[in-house]
Every structure is written in C-alpha cells, then in structure tokens.
C-alpha cells in the first residue's frame, strides 16, 4: 500500500485530539493539513485545537483553504480570509497553506490568473510557503508546479496496493476513507514525495497580540468585514458592511484595555488593526513608492485642483514625503507635484 504520510481534516472529523494523532502516528503519519476556511464565509473552528493537539502529539502542521473563486479579486479576498485564519488557529511562516482548488474550473487561462492571485496575496500577507491541491484529472488546467516542484494531487484507484502515482508533485492523496482506530469517520490519507510538509517545528506559533488604534485616523477603511453595534460592548449588532467600506471616524473611545471607534451617528466599530486600516498614508510612516490602482492625477498643488496630467494605473510613484492636508495627506512627489495619500488610490509598495 503507499504511505500514510499526512493526513488531512476538517469540521467533519470533530475535534481532533493528542490521543487521536498518536494513534494516526503509529501508522506513519507524519504531519496534518487542517481546513481553515472556505470562501470568505466561513472559518473551520476545529482547526486550532486539532492543531495544536497534533503538535502536542509530534506532528508537523499546515492548513488547507477550499477555494470558491472564479475571479481575481475573489482570489484576492479569499486569500486574506485563509492568511487571517491560519493565523488564527496558530500555524507559523513554516507551514503551508494550501490551496485546495476542486469546485470550478474555469480553464487553464483564467485558472492560472486566479490561482496566482491567490498565492501571491498569502505571500503578501505573510505565508511564505503555499501549495495547491486539486484532482488528477484537472492537473493540465491548473498551474501546480509553475517553479520546480509543487502540487498536491488526488486520485483514488480501486485497489491502490502497488501504485506510486504523480512523483513528479509534492504529493498524491490515495484514499479519502482511511479508517484509524479511536478516529471518528474516514480521513484523506496521502503519500509524499518531498519534504515540503514537513518544515514546522514541534511548537506552533501564537497569533499575534492584537493592536488597537490609541489615535484618531479620522478616515478608515474595513480590511475584513465589519460589524457597527449600538454599544461599546458589541452586544447588540446594527448591521454588517463589506470589506473596502470606508468609515469617518468621530473620536477613539476606551474600553477597558483596549478601544472602539465612535462614528457620527453614535455607533461603534472595531478598532483593531487587523480589521481597520488607516485610510490615508502618514507622514511619519516612511512611505518610500506607491502605485496607482485605477489611474492618478497628479497636481501642481496639495488642494488638489491644478491638475497636470493623468497617469495610467499600474505607475509608480517615488515618494519625496507626505504632507497633511486637513484630515487627510497628500504624497508630494520628486518633481514637486502632488497625489492623493489614498491608500486605495495609490497603493502601497515601500
């Protein structure tokens, strides 16, 4: 039979203990690929504690995200949803995020655009290592391995007893109904062929201490979905705004340790920066070059009303300083001309 290298879980295993993943050990097993989300609308709470008991039991550790986009921006969003929930559930820059790509297949062109989107936004927001699962009859419609070796593949013979299948990938999942003695249900077992998996430490990394805005940035954007509550505990939910949602902020008011942002009409939302972000560029942030998003004007004046000339999204911009103008910034440019401090105007680069 092939080996039982790593086994991967989800919601539909249960809560995975130590006791559970030694007994898979006996077995072979050498590391775990949990599920930490699907979409951007839902987020597998088994993940953390099936982690952390793999961990506690000697395994290397990793997180799989099942893929629901057609589109780059989807890809894009997606993307931010998986990063957020390894995070989360405790997986540090050495496990991989996988890919798991099974639910559309849109074609090799549009494939290729969606699922690099993907990867390079977990890169950008901090996941170095990725990987992209899928079924080996979609293997010529989706880029697996684009540098060397990569891939993880599934296909499931009758009788798997003497097959040695896609040695050329990471990886070949064999069977979907593993039974391990003491385990609830059956498990997706599969045989590896690089050590690609195999890179986490037997301790995983804590998610980071959650930060809090102490100032007013007067203007915000939302960087995951946002909630606006009737009162500073958060008990009693108003309504639901999407990612990108741009908020004016009132004031910054404490609670307890931590703070909430009041907006005019008196409600509040989080003012944590893993889900808010300043929407204009400080002039103490050492912004060094930005890009256009969608197009920029740029103006001989920082009230923005003598304008030189438009340049096309995708220009870059060297950064001479940033300058504040009322509420907001502007980026002076080496020439002396200005554009907006929009961050989703001209984005981020250095």
Same mark, same amino acid.
């Given at each position: 039979? #092939? ?14 203990t130590?006791?559970? $993943? ?18 951007? =609308? ?21 997180g ?18 998986a990063?957020?929930?390894? +995070? ?28 690099k989107?993907?990867?390079?936004e977990?890169?950008?927001?901090? =996941? ?9 009859? $979609? ?20 009788? #798997? ?6 040695t ?5 999942? $064999? ?10 249900g !059956? ?14 430490a ?6 980071k201490?959650?930060? =809090? @805005? %102490? @100032? ?17 505990? &958060?008990? *009693?939910?108003?309504? *639901? ?21 009041? +907006?005019?009409? !008196? ?5 944590? %920066? ?10 103490? !942030? ?7 998003? *969608?197009?920029s004007?740029?103006?001989? /004046? ?15 911009? /060297? ?17 002396? +001309? &200005?554009?907006s ?10």
């Open positions: 039979m #092939p080996h039982y290298d790593v086994v991967d879980t989800s919601n539909n295993n249960g809560l995975m130590v006791a559970n $993943w030694r007994a898979m050990k006996k077995y072979g097993v050498k590391a775990m690929i949990a599920k930490l989300s699907e979409g951007t =609308y839902f987020t597998d709470q088994t993940a953390k504690p099936s982690i952390r008991n793999a961990v506690s039991a000697g395994l290397h550790v990793n799989y995200h099942f893929a629901r986009f057609t589109t780059v921006a989807g890809a894009k969003a997606e993307a931010r949803m990063a957020r929930s390894a +995070l989360k559930a405790g997986l540090g820059k050495n496990s991989v995020i996988v890919l798991d790509f099974e639910a559309t297949n849109s074609g090799w062109n549009q494939n290729s655009k969606i699922v989107a993907w990867i390079n977990v890169h950008r927001m901090g =996941y170095p290592k990725t990987d992209v699962y899928t079924m080996g009859s $979609w293997i010529n419609s989706v880029p697996l391995n684009n540098s060397g070796r990569g891939g993880w593949v599934a296909n499931y013979p009758y009788n #798997p007893s003497g097959f040695k299948l896609y050329g990938y990471n990886g070949w999942q $064999w069977t979907s109904s593993m039974h391990f003695p003491g385990c609830y !059956g498990f997706d077992v599969s045989q590896m062929y690089s050590n690609y998996y195999y890179g986490t037997t301790k995983a990394t804590k998610p201490k959650a930060i =809090y @805005y %102490r @100032y007013n940035p007067k203007m915000i954007y939302a960087r995951t979905p946002i909630n606006r509550y009737k009162d500073i505990k &958060f008990k *009693h939910k108003v309504d *639901h705004f999407p990612a990108g949602t741009v908020f004016s902020i009132a004031k910054v008011v404490k609670y307890g340790k931590i703070t909430r942002f009041q +907006l005019a009409n !008196g409600l509040y939302i989080t003012s944590n %920066r893993a889900n808010v972000n300043r929407l204009y560029y400080s002039p103490k !942030g050492g912004v060094k070059r930005v890009k256009s998003v *969608h197009g004007h740029r103006y001989r /004046d920082k009230a923005l009303h003598k304008v030189v000339d438009w340049q096309p999204a995708g220009t870059q911009f /060297d950064v001479s300083k940033v300058v504040v103008y009322g509420d907001t910034t502007r980026i002076k440019l080496a020439n002396g +001309l &200005f554009i401090g929009n961050k989703k105007i001209n984005s981020f680069i250095k």
